[in-house]
């Protein structure tokens, strides 16, 4: 099961296999994504110490286009396919800068929030001081006119 990013938590994609599968999935929306495996074996060997093995092959960007295949499929010469390469190789240099730009807009975001708080816990800090400060003046002068030393 693939799930989008945890704003929504939508399931993109889910399969169910055999003792053997493979899928691959292609995300067009940005951010973090949870992969969730599970195993439908009824053999209790697995708890028994027995073991699973799951092999994952993550690809991201333009490694993940087989461009032989697609020079055979659609019939491309070395130059066509050549340019193909080099578009994909721009389209993801473009997708790269703009989650960096959101990235960079996320922790501006959160450092000006960050930095907000900062100035608003030092004010109240600075209020309490200053009214504690008072209060032990008040709270002195009260003694010393009561033991009559001022």
């Known amino acids: 099961t693939v799930l989008t990013p945890r ?3 939508q399931v993109v994609l889910s399969r169910q296999y055999g003792s053997e599968g493979r899928f691959t999935f ?3 929306t940005p951010g973090e994504h949870q992969i969730c495996l599970h195993s439908n074996s009824t053999r209790m060997a697995l708890f028994a110490g027995g073991k ?3 092999h994952l092959d993550i690809q991201v960007g333009e490694h993940t286009n087989n461009y032989p295949e697609i020079a055979a499929k659609d019939k491309l010469t070395e130059l066509q396919l050549r340019a193909r390469q080099l578009l994909d190789q721009v389209e993801q240099i473009q997708k790269e800068q703009n989650y ?11 450092s000006e929030s960050t930095n907000q708080r900062v100035l608003w816990w030092s004010i109240a800090q600075t209020i309490i001081l200053i009214l504690t400060g008072i209060w032990q003046m008040r709270h002195l002068k009260s003694f010393f006119e009561a033991k009559k030393l001022v």
């Open 52 to 54: 699973l093995r799951v």
């Open 7 to 9: 704003v929504t938590l």
């Open 26 to 28: 292609t995300s067009h």
């Open 100 to 110: 960096q730009r959101y990235r960079e807009e996320r922790f501006r975001m959160t």
